[in-house]
């Protein structure tokens, strides 16, 4: 059983990542349509990358759950918390490094959302094979929290609050160029 889901998990790092770094693109490929806003990135902002970890880790958390949920009964809990690690990881590696060096560097970029997703799949990998986090409550809150970072994910690319988080660092700019 741990062989089998050590590959799915490998198979979510590897597709989030996939996904993550189309999505980076996807806005502007479509020309500013406005549902591809709602899952792509619209600008270089920290929280548009973020969403970029999010919502492939979202639709791959859908096609696992038909495959591994009777066999992990902790699985939403599991993975409300490791998505909440993995967005979080984005600011806090980010914000560290610039801080440090005084400026980003794109290949550092690239490896902090690579790092923020290992970093997710290596802690769903972890609490799931632990067992823990199986009540119904939990359960609960882990489908509560999916659902509530992907309602806030598309909520602020449209209505974005004017914070450094949100901010373009391009553009100086918040939210969806016009």
């Known amino acids: 059983m741990g062989k089998r889901l050590f590959f799915w998990e490998l198979a979510g790092f590897l597709f989030t990542s996939a996904l993550g770094a189309l999505l980076h693109f996807t806005y502007d490929w479509s020309g500013g349509w406005s549902v591809a806003a709602a899952f792509s990135a619209v600008n270089e902002s920290t929280w548009e990358h973020m969403k970029?970890?999010?919502f492939p880790m979202?639709?791959?958390t859908v096609i696992q759950l038909c495959?591994?949920?009777r066999m992990y009964p902790?699985?939403?809990a599991v993975r409300g918390v490791s998505v909440?690690?993995?967005?979080?990881?984005?600011?806090v590696l980010f914000y560290t490094y610039t801080g440090v060096l005084g400026g980003h560097v794109m290949w550092a970029d690239i490896g902090v959302f690579f790092l923020a997703a290992l970093g997710a799949f290596a802690l769903d990998f972890r609490l799931l094979r632990r067992g823990r986090?199986?009540?119904l409550w939990q359960q609960l809150l882990g489908?509560?929290?999916l659902?509530?970072?992907a309602f806030l994910f598309v909520f602020c690319t449209f209505r974005q609050p004017e914070l450094g988080l949100w901010q373009d660092p391009v553009t100086l700019g918040y939210g969806i160029p016009r």
């Open 67 to 69: 495959f591994l949920a």
């Open 147 to 149: 659902w509530g970072l």
């Open 133 to 135: 986090f199986t009540s």
């Open 58 to 60: 979202f639709l791959f």
């Open 74 to 76: 902790n699985f939403l």
């Open 52 to 54: 970029l970890l999010f």
């Open 84 to 91: 909440l690690t993995g967005v979080g990881l984005i600011p």
């Open 143 to 145: 489908l509560a929290v």
